[in-house]
């Protein structure tokens, strides 16, 4: 199981969506759910500035409305200025070749493609996050 | 894990018994019940009503979820058709202005049209009375008959026909401008 899990995404139902699906599958005791990438920014930048533990794996919605940067310069900033051994990755409903080129290269781990039925993903997920952790998973995109 | 004590245990056991409240949430999961099977019941009891609330909030979220982007569907679809709507419209006002302006025009040639004409069957009476007037003074001088009235009817005539004539002549430079000019315009539409 996960310990702690940051969800970044403008859409508030996919939040509740996510954490029932997270309760459910048993994949994480704690989610915390922000709406904006800005936001995530500054609850990163709060948690070093008072020493407070990271979450162990961050999801990014690729286009978070509201937001002065999209997910993949989310995860950019977090992996080379707050970063250091999150497992962070993509959670869109956007297959984008290009995309997931892009957030690989700003150092995501996984692309999980949402849509109606996103639990059998989350569980293929869950059964991968140690390979994330131990940085010995390749990318992987979960259709 | 999270060890509790006999007595919380026993609370809680009992409040849920008789109050139908029982713990729910990720707690459940992190509840140490190794060593009181009564406790573990719970727990487990606890846990299968935490899913199966969880389970129904799902699907309902899930269910409104697909709603609203039905929605966000419509709505855009709606705005697509109203912005084609707006410019038929548009399209529509621009045509009719274009046929009023044409009807307008058309109008016009037409009575200048009509004004060519009378000036011109008014130039030949004019001509035609001098011309007459022209050959009966001619007649009369010719043969020696008497002329009073014919040559000052000649005069005058021919006095009125020049002053006439010059304003004849006007009026028809003025009709042919005019003509010329709308002929343009309406030239200059159709490339439009």
Redesign the interface.
């Known amino acids: ?1 996960i310990d702690s899990i940051l969800l970044v995404d403008d ?1 508030n ?2 939040h ?2 996510f954490e ?2 997270c ?2 599958l ?1 994949i ?3 989610l915390k759910s922000l709406n904006s990438a800005d936001e995530a920014e500054r609850y990163f930048k709060n948690l070093i500035e008072n020493g407070s533990p990271k979450p162990d794996c961050i999801f990014v919605d690729l286009n978070i409305v509201g937001s002065s940067f999209d997910g993949i310069e989310l995860i950019r900033k977090i992996n080379f200025e707050y970063g250091d051994g999150v497992v962070i990755g993509i959670i869109s409903s956007s297959d984008d070749k290009s995309e997931q080129a892009k957030a690989l290269k700003a150092g995501a781990q996984f692309w999980i493609i949402k849509s ?1 039925d996103i639990e059998p993903r989350l569980e293929k997920f869950k059964h991968d996050f140690d390979g994330y952790l131990n940085r010995t998973n390749q990318f992987k995109v979960y259709r | 894990m999270i060890k509790l004590s006999k007595d919380s245990k026993d609370q809680l056991i009992e409040y849920c018994k008789t109050k139908g409240v029982c713990l729910e ?2 707690i459940l ?2 509840l140490d019940t190794s060593d009181d099977p009564e406790f573990e019941e719970y727990v487990k009891s606890a846990i299968e009503k ?2 199966e609330v ?2 129904k ?2 699907d309902m ?2 269910q ?3 709603q ?1 982007i039905e929605l966000t569907k419509w709505k855009s679809e709606n705005e697509k058709i109203n912005a084609e709507l707006t410019d038929a419209l548009k399209s529509m006002e621009q045509a009719k202005e274009s046929v009023s302006n044409d009807l307008d025009i058309l109008q016009k040639k037409t009575q200048y049209q009509l004004i060519e004409s009378i000036v011109k069957v008014s130039l030949w009476i004019v001509c035609g009375v001098g011309v007459v007037t022209t050959i009966l003074f001619s007649i009369t001088l010719i043969t020696g008959m008497e002329n009073k009235i014919v040559e000052s009817m000649w005069s005058n005539m021919f006095g009125i026909l020049l002053t006439n004539s010059f304003s004849i002549i006007g009026t028809i430079m003025g009709v042919k401008y005019a003509s010329e000019k709308g002929s343009k315009k309406c030239k200059c539409e159709e490339n439009d």
Do not use: C, H, P, Y
Request: hydrophobic share 40%.
């Open positions: 199981m859409e139902l996919f509740l969506v029932d699906a309760s459910l048993d994480t005791l704690s109606d | 949430g990720n999961k992190v935490d899913t969880r389970r909030r799902l979220t899930k409104i979820q697909a609203n």
